[in-house]
């Protein structure tokens, strides 16, 4: 470009003293070009080359129109098309806000240039110098354009690959982080323990969505049971505080049911960012309890909290996810594996059967008890399937499902089930139900297994944060010197301490075994069960 520009000034003007300009230029172009990623010079060199290509146009052009074989017009245009190289560059090196600089820097330096050489009257002088600033912008935006087209996009990561990072950095982080700090129901009742300083109340509660429109209880304190308003599309500070994620106060109780009189609620949104991930309730029996200062207290609790239960939320998820996705794995490997080699074995036991000669009834026994045992075994690993593949349905609650896993293993063990549930409609957080249906699904198989039972009686209470699942069977009692009594006593001990419940095992009268996990305290109210007794073979 500068030997074109040399070879038109030269042309243009017919004076060799006009390539003085050519050789300021070469000297303004060497920064840019010696150090084109330098932050500081490079772009020193561009705005220089722009300067002295916009002050060379108006002196090249009034050379050119002095000895009158060329406009000015003309003139200008010998040096200008050098414009294009300070822009492409800038642009071609990311740079997307130097370029509308350097075009403000070249109009600018193009007055001055023409006023100085007394060129700018001239109409063709403004021409070119018009014509060219237009040019350059458009250089400046396809260049830009072109950059971002022809830029390959960066390396989208698999998802497996993704999964890898972000679970190894869930890893360091938890273990990192002290004690229970990533159990959400420990959480919450260390939140409502700050709030009690904060804005003593009578009752209390924190709320997580469980989705569907509605939310569990994580935590509530009170002398008393409160059947909060878990629904979001009622007309409750509840609802709009989770629509606005703004606190907001009421003179009545955001219970279904209340006994009535004075009452005020605070309810106070958990947000982590832009989401909203549960609410704090704080309530009282008496009128304007929550002032402006007071919500300014809790408030200034609940922030950090938010990002701690929001950690602990995810956690959950996490590991339900993993849990859910074992034991799917675990189900197939049983069923297309060990469970189709012992069908096999059957069937071999069966044409070894019909095959026997005549007066080998001794062998004829031997292969029947077989056979006998290994029918025994593919039941006990179909049961096991299904214990695997037990779930809590969202729908149908924890205790639909304790119930269809206690009658479909009755059925098989000919026991008579009777069934007690008292279940609100509020639900316990996900993790938790899953829980407390595997502590159900173990003591069930236990008394299936062991106990020699004619009777197996299910006792379900739900009513969140409080739950107690209770089996018990008339059977011999528990064998304390089995090993895998032991075992399965010890997981279902884990389980119970991972939801911060209580196992109990207790002597029943006046025979039999009674297993009880109790996540919480019990409420303060009158029950009215559904009492549900199936009968043997139901």
């Known amino acids: 470009m500068l030997a074109l520009v040399a070879v038109l000034t030269l042309t243009a003007t017919e004076d060799p003293r006009q390539l003085g300009w050519i050789v300021l230029l070469a000297i303004a172009a ?39 074989r060329v406009d000015a017009g003309f003139g200008a245009e010998a040096v200008l098309p050098y414009l294009a190289v300070p822009l492409l560059t800038a642009a071609l090196h990311r740079r997307s806000t130097e370029g509308p600089v350097l075009l403000g820097v070249a109009a600018a330096t193009m007055v001055a240039g023409g006023l100085i050489s007394d060129s700018f009257g001239e109409p063709g002088y403004i021409a070119a110098c018009g014509q060219w600033l237009v040019l350059g ?119 279904r049911t209340h006994s009535g009189g004075e009452a005020s609620s605070l309810v106070v949104p958990l947000v982590a960012g832009v989401r909203t991930i549960g609410l704090v309730i704080l309530e009282t029996d008496a009128a304007g309890a929550y002032p402006s200062g007071v919500v300014q207290g809790v408030t200034e609790v609940t922030g950090p909290a938010a990002l701690r239960l929001e950690a602990a939320l995810l956690f959950d998820d996490v590991r339900s996810l993993a849990t859910n996705e074992e034991r799917q794995r675990l189900a197939r490997e049983i069923h297309d594996g060990v469970a189709q080699e012992l069908v096999m074995v059957g069937y071999g036991i069966d044409n070894a059967q019909a095959t026997l000669p005549e007066g080998a009834e001794e062998t004829a026994e031997e292969l029947r008890t077989l056979r006998g045992e290994v029918t025994r075994v593919i039941t006990e690993l179909r049961l096991s399937l299904f214990e695997l593949r037990s779930e809590v349905d969202r729908s149908g609650g924890l205790a639909a499902a304790i119930a269809e896993y206690a009658r479909t293993l009755g059925t098989s063990a000919g026991l008579r089930v009777h069934f007690t549930f008292d279940e609100s409609t509020a639900r316990l957080p996900a993790a938790t139900e899953a829980e407390l249906l595997r502590i159900a699904q173990e003591a069930i198989t236990n008394a299936r297994k062991h106990s020699g039972a004619s009777n197996l009686w299910v006792t379900c209470t739900i009513d969140p944060p409080y739950a107690e699942i209770e089996v018990s069977d008339d059977g011999k009692g528990f064998a304390d010197e089995r090993p895998d009594g032991r075992y399965g006593l010890t997981i279902m001990a884990e389980r119970a301490e991972r939801i911060r419940g209580r196992l109990k095992i207790t002597p029943r009268h006046p025979s039999g075994t009674t297993v009880a996990v109790v996540l919480g305290t019990p409420p303060r109210r009158d029950s009215v069960r559904e009492s549900v007794s199936a009968p043997e073979g139901e």
Request: charged fraction near 15%; avoid cysteine.
């Open 30 to 68: 060497a920064p840019a070009f010696l150090a084109p990623r330098h932050h500081l010079w490079a772009p020193a060199g561009r705005a220089a080359e722009v300067v002295v290509t916009s002050l060379a146009a108006g002196f090249v052009a009034s050379s050119a129109d002095t000895i009158g």
């Open 137 to 255: 912008a458009i250089v400046t935006f396809a260049a830009e354009t072109m950059r971002q087209l022809l830029q390959p996009p960066e390396p989208t990561p698999q998802p497996y690959a993704e999964a890898t990072r972000l679970l190894t950095q869930l890893r360091s982080v938890a273990r990192s982080l002290p004690g229970a700090t990533l159990d959400p129901g420990g959480i919450s009742e260390h939140l409502l323990e700050e709030l009690r300083a904060v804005a003593p109340g009578h009752r209390a509660a924190v709320l997580s969505a469980s989705g569907g429109g509605r939310l569990v209880v994580l935590a509530q304190s009170g002398a008393e049971r409160v059947d909060w308003e878990t629904t979001l599309d009622a007309d409750s500070a509840i609802a709009d505080a989770w629509a606005t994620q703004q606190p907001q106060t009421a003179s009545r109780s955001q219970a």
